[in-house]
C-alpha cells in the first residue's frame, strides 16, 4: 500500500514532464500541416525564383546569361506598357469601386427596405469565379451578337456595333466593368463594418446640432471612417495590382496589348503561349521587379497615409 | 445619390420620397449585378441559333435542355463537373484541418518560431510575385510525379489560401476562455484532446466559415488547374474546361455548350452562398479586417 503511494508519488513528476515533452510534441505535429503548406507553397517559389535570374531557361535547357534578363527588360517596351497599363488599370479601378462601395454601404447603413436581399445580391459576384464571370462578360461585349451592343441600338445610343473587347479605345473600359462589377460588393462588406464601429450617439449629436445627410456623411462619417478606410484602401491598391485572372479571360491582354497588364504579361513569359516558347528567367527578373513595384506603391501609399493623419 | 440625399435634408416631410428614391438606386444597382448571371442562366435554355443571332432577349424563345445533355455527354462536362467537386472537397478538408490545428496552436502556445511563422504567413499575403510560383510549384510536381493529379492542385490551392484561415480560426480562439483548456487539462486531457474535445466543438462557426470560402476557394480555381492541366484533360475542372472551349477553333460558334457550362459552373457555388450568405460576408469582415 505505502509502496504503491510511493512509486505514484515519484510518477507524478514524471507524468508531468511527459505531459509537457507530449505537449510539445503536439504542437510541432499540429502546426506541421500549415507550416508544411507555408514552406512548399509559399516560400520555395519565392527562394526559386532567384535561381534562374541569371539565366535563359525554356523550361528544358538552361544557359546562364550573366547580367542579360536585366539590360532586357530595361529596353523591353512591351514590359514597361504593360507596367503603365497596370497603374492605369489599377488606378481605374480604385476610382471606381471604392466610392461605389462607399456609397452602397452607407446606403445599406440607412435601413432601406430590402436592404438584406440587396446586401446578398452585391455580395453575389465575388462568389462567383473570375474566369467565369469574365466569360459571360465576354458573351456580353461580343461585337456580333452581344447582348450589349443589342441594347444599345434598340435604345438608338449606338447605330453601329461596337466592338468592346477588340477596340483599343474600348477594351480598357470593358475590363474595367467586369473588375467594378466583380468587387464592389467586398469592399461594400468592409466599409458596412467600418460603418457599423461608428457608436451611434455620434449620429445622434449631428441631428440635435441640426446636420443635415450629407453634411453628417462628410463631417462626421467619413473622419470617423478613416482608420477603417486606409486599411480598406490599401487591401484595393495590392489586390488591384494583382488581378490578371479575368483579363487573361476577357482580352489575353489584347487587342495590340491594350489591356496588358504586368502579371498577365509575367505569366505568358513563363508559361509560353501558342506562338512563344517559355522565358522563365526572364519572367523571373520581371517578377520580382514587379513585386518592388508593388511593394513601392504600398509604400507610399502608407507613407501618404500617414502623412494625411498629421495634416488633418 | 447626393442629390437625393439633400433633397432629404431640406425637408424632412419627403424623408419617405427620398428613401423610395434610394430604394430605386439599390434596386437599379442589384439588378445590374443580378444581369450577367441571370443573362447566362436563362440564356443556357436557348438553342444556340438564337445565341448566335443575339437580340436583347433575356428568356429564350423556345426552352430547351439539349445544351446541358450535350454539354454532360459530349463536351465531357461531366468529367470536369467531378474534378470540380474534387478539387474543391479537397481544398476545404485541407484547410480545415491546417488552419484548424494552427490556429489552435498559435493562440495557445508559445514556442520558439512562433513569431516567425506569423510574420511569414502576414508577409506573403502580401508579397506577390504572381504566377512566376507555379513553375517552380509545377516543376516539382513533376519530378514528384504529381502533375497528373489533382493533389497538386489541391495542396497549392489550400496552401495559397491558408493565411486568411488561420487568422480568421486565430482571431476566434481569443473568443474562447483559456479556463475552458485549463480545466480540461486538470481533467487529464493532453493538449491534442483538449483540441479534439473541448476546442474543436466550440470553433464549429468559424470552421463552418472557413469550409465554405475554402470550398468556394477551390471550386473557383482558375489559372492554378489550367498550368497543371495543360496537357491532361481529363483533369480539368470547370473553370478550365468552360474557357478552353471559348479559346478553341471550332468551340467558338458553340454558344449554347458554353453558356450550359458556365451555368454549371455558376449554379452549385450560388445555392450554397443563398443558403449560406451570412458564413461568406461574415468571414470577410473578420478574417480580413479584424485579423
Redesign the interface.
Known amino acids: 500500500m505505502s509502496e504503491t503511494k510511493a512509486k505514484t508519488a515519484v510518477k507524478a513528476p514524471k507524468r508531468g514532464m511527459d505531459?509537457n515533452t507530449?505537449?510539445?510534441i503536439?504542437?510541432v505535429?499540429?502546426?506541421f500541416?500549415?507550416?508544411l503548406?507555408?514552406c512548399?507553397?509559399?516560400?520555395?517559389?519565392?527562394l526559386?525564383?532567384f535561381r534562374y535570374v541569371f539565366y535563359d531557361y525554356n523550361g528544358m535547357t538552361s544557359y546562364f546569361t550573366g547580367l542579360h534578363n536585366f539590360t532586357r527588360m530595361f529596353g523591353d517596351t512591351a514590359f514597361w506598357a504593360s507596367v503603365g497599363h497596370t497603374f492605369e488599370y489599377a488606378i481605374l479601378k480604385i476610382i471606381f469601386i471604392i466610392p461605389l462601395a462607399l456609397?452602397?454601404a452607407e446606403?445599406m447603413s440607412?435601413k432601406?427596405?430590402?436592404?438584406g436581399?440587396?446586401?446578398?445580391?452585391?455580395?453575389?459576384?465575388t462568389?462567383?469565379?473570375?474566369?467565369?464571370?469574365a466569360?459571360?462578360?465576354?458573351?456580353?461585349f461580343?461585337a456580333?451578337?452581344?447582348?450589349l451592343?443589342?441594347?444599345l441600338r434598340?435604345t438608338g445610343i449606338i447605330s453601329q456595333n461596337i466592338n468592346w473587347l477588340g477596340d483599343s479605345n474600348t477594351a480598357m473600359w470593358a475590363v474595367l466593368i467586369v473588375a467594378v462589377?466583380g468587387g464592389f460588393?467586398?469592399y461594400m462588406?468592409?466599409f458596412?463594418?467600418?460603418l457599423s464601429s461608428i457608436p451611434h450617439d455620434v449620429y445622434e449629436s449631428a441631428m440635435i446640432d441640426g446636420a443635415?445627410?450629407?453634411?453628417t456623411?462628410f463631417r462626421i462619417t467619413l473622419p470617423m471612417l478613416s482608420p477603417?478606410f486606409k486599411?480598406?484602401m490599401m487591401?484595393a491598391i495590392?489586390a488591384a495590382?494583382?488581378d490578371?485572372?479575368s483579363i487573361?479571360?476577357l482580352t489575353q491582354g489584347g487587342p495590340d496589348n491594350r489591356t496588358q497588364v504586368?502579371?498577365l504579361y509575367?505569366?505568358q513569359l513563363?508559361?509560353g503561349t501558342s506562338t512563344t516558347k517559355p522565358q522563365?528567367g526572364y519572367?523571373?527578373v520581371l517578377?520580382?521587379v514587379?513585386?518592388i513595384i508593388?511593394?513601392i506603391v504600398?509604400g507610399l501609399y502608407m507613407l501618404l497615409a500617414r502623412k494625411l493623419d498629421d495634416v488633418m | 445619390m447626393f442629390k437625393k440625399e439633400s433633397s432629404g435634408e431640406v425637408m424632412s416631410t419627403s424623408t419617405h420620397v427620398a428613401r423610395f428614391i434610394l430604394f430605386l438606386f439599390m434596386l437599379i444597382v442589384a439588378l445590374l449585378t443580378l444581369y450577367p448571371v441571370l443573362y447566362v442562366v436563362f440564356g443556357s435554355f436557348k438553342e444556340n441559333g438564337e445565341l448566335l443571332i443575339g437580340g436583347i432577349n433575356m428568356f429564350p424563345k423556345v426552352w430547351i435542355v439539349d445544351n446541358f445533355i450535350e454539354a454532360w455527354q459530349k463536351a465531357d462536362f461531366s468529367v470536369y463537373t467531378i474534378n470540380s467537386v474534387i478539387i474543391a472537397v479537397g481544398v476545404m478538408i485541407l484547410s480545415l484541418i491546417s488552419s484548424g490545428m494552427a490556429g489552435y496552436v498559435l493562440s495557445r502556445r508559445n514556442f520558439k518560431g512562433k513569431k516567425l511563422i506569423y510574420g511569414l504567413l502576414m508577409a506573403f499575403m502580401f508579397i506577390n510575385v504572381g504566377s512566376v510560383s507555379l513553375r517552380p510549384l509545377f516543376e516539382l510536381a513533376i519530378s514528384l510525379h504529381l502533375n497528373t493529379s489533382l493533389f497538386s492542385v489541391i495542396f497549392i490551392s489550400a496552401g495559397t489560401a491558408q493565411a486568411t484561415y488561420i487568422f480568421l480560426v486565430d482571431s476566434y480562439m481569443k473568443t474562447l476562455p483559456k479556463e475552458l483548456d485549463e480545466a480540461a487539462t486538470i481533467d487529464g486531457c493532453t493538449f491534442f484532446q483538449v483540441y479534439i474535445h473541448i476546442i474543436l466543438p466550440l470553433l464549429r462557426p468559424i470552421l463552418a466559415t472557413v469550409a465554405l470560402l475554402s470550398f468556394r476557394g477551390g471550386w473557383n480555381e482558375y489559372i492554378l488547374p489550367l498550368v497543371f492541366t495543360m496537357t491532361d484533360q481529363a483533369k480539368r475542372p470547370l473553370t478550365v474546361g468552360v474557357t478552353m472551349l471559348k479559346n478553341s477553333g471550332d468551340g467558338a460558334a458553340a454558344w449554347n455548350i458554353m453558356f450550359a457550362g458556365a451555368t454549371i459552373a455558376i449554379i452549385p457555388i450560388l445555392l450554397i452562398y443563398i443558403v449560406a450568405s451570412k458564413y461568406f460576408i461574415e468571414g470577410l469582415t473578420g478574417g480580413a479586417v479584424k485579423g
Open positions: 505531459a507530449s505537449a510539445k503536439a504542437t505535429l499540429m502546426m500541416p500549415a507550416v503548406l507555408l512548399v507553397v509559399s516560400i520555395y517559389p519565392f526559386w525564383l456609397i452602397m446606403l440607412q432601406i427596405r430590402g436592404s436581399v440587396f446586401r446578398v445580391i452585391y455580395f453575389m459576384p462568389i462567383i469565379s473570375t474566369a467565369i464571370s466569360m459571360v462578360f465576354g458573351f456580353i461580343a456580333y451578337n452581344g447582348v451592343n443589342a441594347v434598340a462589377w460588393g467586398n462588406i468592409y458596412m463594418s467600418g443635415g445627410g450629407l453634411t456623411f477603417m486599411v480598406i487591401l495590392t495590382f494583382k490578371y485572372e487573361m479571360v504586368m502579371f509575367i505569366y513563363l508559361f522563365i519572367a523571373c517578377s520580382l514587379a513585386a508593388v511593394g504600398t
